[in-house]
């Protein structure tokens, strides 16, 4: 049987909502220890790195989004896949402590700045990208990108600072690809828990 999952394509559409607090919750709450249920939450959140695609200019960040969907498709080890962190890492500090004029930098913000509009209907909720700083906001999608490539080993720490680091990312998860690529079964697991969200049981 083909694993539905594996057939998402982006979702291009603006969306209102996000989907942090759910993943969030579900993590907490001890929902995500099996390798099934991790395998589908980050598959999920590289498909969201793939939505803003544009977000990741830099080799890093896409080196190891691609290695990551190969660990969730089983072609490489953790192992390979974390040689790549290395990369990725490195694009995040490329954009956090690099300056604007920095040739590289500075390309990478034109080609954003000339996709304002497209990019600025991507974010959750969608914004006018007028009013954004681009070099901060390349910073915070390669550091997603980041997280999505370490997302089955990070420790969080305390309840509280994994809580901030999913409000941080909360831009990047939109609730409607959410709800295409994450089972009820997985979801329903926090009952009474489960924030107040415009999830359907329609799939």
């Known amino acids: ?26 993590r907490e709450r001890g929902h995500l ?24 200019p830099d080799s890093g960040s896409r080196k190891g989004v691609e290695a990551a969907e190969k660990l969730c498709k089983g072609e490489i080890s953790w192992e390979d896949a974390m040689e790549t962190d290395w990369y990725s890492e490195g694009s995040a500090f490329l954009f956090e402590y690099g300056k604007d004029t920095d040739p590289k930098i500075s390309e990478y913000i034109g080609q954003v700045n000339l996709q304002r509009t497209t990019i600025g209907r991507l974010l959750v909720p969608p914004v006018y990208m007028g009013e954004i700083d681009t070099k901060e906001l390349l910073m915070e999608a390669a550091y997603f990108a980041n997280t999505a490539l370490n997302y089955p080993g990070i420790s969080y720490g305390t309840s509280k600072s994994h809580n901030q680091s999913m409000r941080e990312i909360s831009k990047f998860l939109p ?24 999830l359907q049981q329609d799939k």
Do not use: H
């Open 33 to 56: 220890k099996d390798p099934e249920s991790m395998t589908i939450i980050q598959k999920y959140l590289l498909e969201c790195c793939r939505r803003i695609w544009e977000l990741l």
């Open 175 to 198: 609730l409607d690809l959410f709800k295409i690529m994450v089972p009820n079964s997985l979801i329903n697991k926090l009952g009474e828990n489960m924030p107040n969200k415009s």
């Open 1 to 26: 049987m083909v694993n539905p999952v594996d057939n998402i394509q982006p979702v291009d559409q603006a969306c209102e909502e996000s989907s942090w607090e759910i993943i969030y919750l579900l």
